[in-house]
């Protein structure tokens, strides 16, 4: 299983996740993630990107640390 197989609930789900998405993009944990539970992260993260919400280097960068812990 790699990042962007990932399901947005099994990430936040994962403690070692959630304190590198808040280390990268702390304001990402400020949106209701239930309503994305469903989805993977690869969609959400690309969403997040091309609404600018999340700078595209912070975003390789949260996939890269998460994918060694996977």
């Given at each position: 299983m790699d990042f962007r197989s990932l399901t947005?609930?099994?990430c936040f789900a994962n403690p070692?996740?959630?304190d590198i998405i808040k280390k990268y993009a702390p304001n990402l944990t400020k949106y209701p993630i239930?309503?994305?539970n469903k989805k993977s992260c690869g969609e959400i993260f690309d969403l997040v990107v091309s609404k600018k919400i999340v700078p595209e280097d912070a975003a390789r960068s949260i996939e890269a640390e998460i994918n060694k812990i996977l």
């Open positions: 947005v609930k099994d070692k996740c959630v239930k309503l994305f």
